[in-house]
């Protein structure tokens, strides 16, 4: 079984700065993805950025961008530029191959807050 | 593409009572699943659908909870009878493969 961990409670970031969100993770699996994804206070969860475990290449979506340490099952989310609208809790998850093309549950970390200061 | 649709958004009941949430995933998504996420945490998993069989349900609380697909598109998700620590926002998610995509979630609150 997969497990997550986020050790940030909370973060916080002055506008048009850069930030680093931390996770690690722990699955006995060799087909998984990660994520990173963002719940506003109304509740929406969106995704963010993913990484397919096989990848080596780090996945980069416009402003944020992950550091997949695989070996040492490290997966941070990096925003730069900062805006206002980044301001969310943020969970890291991952989700193993269930056999096939069927992946599992998601297994979520315990979140961090991220403040956005103008 | 419509994205994953969930009714009703919130919902105030009294412990004891029953409630139903309704979920249709994204046209062609094969794979459904119902979270529970408490104030605070990150979402757990309650259900996991393949087309209209199950695939996990080890941490459904069956006593009370319980949950259908037919025809293997929308799914129902039933609460009888509803306890106080019932009280989360309940999300639905759909995916083809690999990444899930989420509804805008229904707010329970058991008084």
């Known amino acids: 079984a997969q497990t997550v961990t986020q050790s940030q409670p909370e973060m916080s970031v002055q506008e048009a700065e850069t930030v680093t969100l931390s996770c690690t993770y722990d699955?006995?699996?060799?087909?998984?993805?990660l994520f990173w994804y963002k719940q506003p206070p109304s509740r929406q969860m969106i995704l963010v950025i993913r990484?397919?475990?096989?990848?080596?290449q780090n996945a980069t979506e416009n402003r944020f961008s992950v550091n997949f340490q695989k070996a040492a099952k490290s997966f941070s989310l990096k925003i730069s530029d900062s805006q206002l609208g980044d301001a969310a809790m943020y969970f890291c998850?991952?989700?193993?191959?269930?056999?096939?093309?069927?992946?599992?549950?998601?297994?979520f970390g315990q979140g961090t807050i991220l403040t956005v200061h103008p | 593409e419509a994205g994953v649709a969930q009714s009703p958004r919130y919902k105030i009941i009294e412990k004891r009572q029953s409630v139903a949430f309704w979920c249709n995933p994204i046209?062609?998504?094969?794979?459904l699943y119902w979270y529970q996420q408490i104030l605070g945490q990150g979402p757990k998993l309650l259900i996991q659908?393949?087309?209209?069989?199950?695939?996990?349900d080890s941490q459904l609380p069956k006593d009370r909870f319980s949950a259908e697909r037919l025809k293997g598109v929308d799914s129902t998700l039933k609460i009888q009878p509803a306890k106080l620590e019932d009280s989360a926002v309940y999300l639905c998610?759909?995916?083809?493969?690999?990444?899930?995509?989420f509804g805008p979630g229904t707010r329970l609150t058991v008084l």
């Open positions: 998850a991952g989700s193993e191959n269930a056999g096939g093309t069927s992946y599992g549950k998601l297994t």
């Open positions: 699955t006995s699996e060799s087909d998984y993805y």
């Open positions: 990484q397919e475990a096989y990848k080596q």
């Open positions: 046209s062609g998504h094969a794979t």
């Open positions: 659908f393949q087309n209209n069989g199950v695939v996990d």
């Open positions: 998610a759909s995916n083809p493969r690999g990444t899930q995509y």
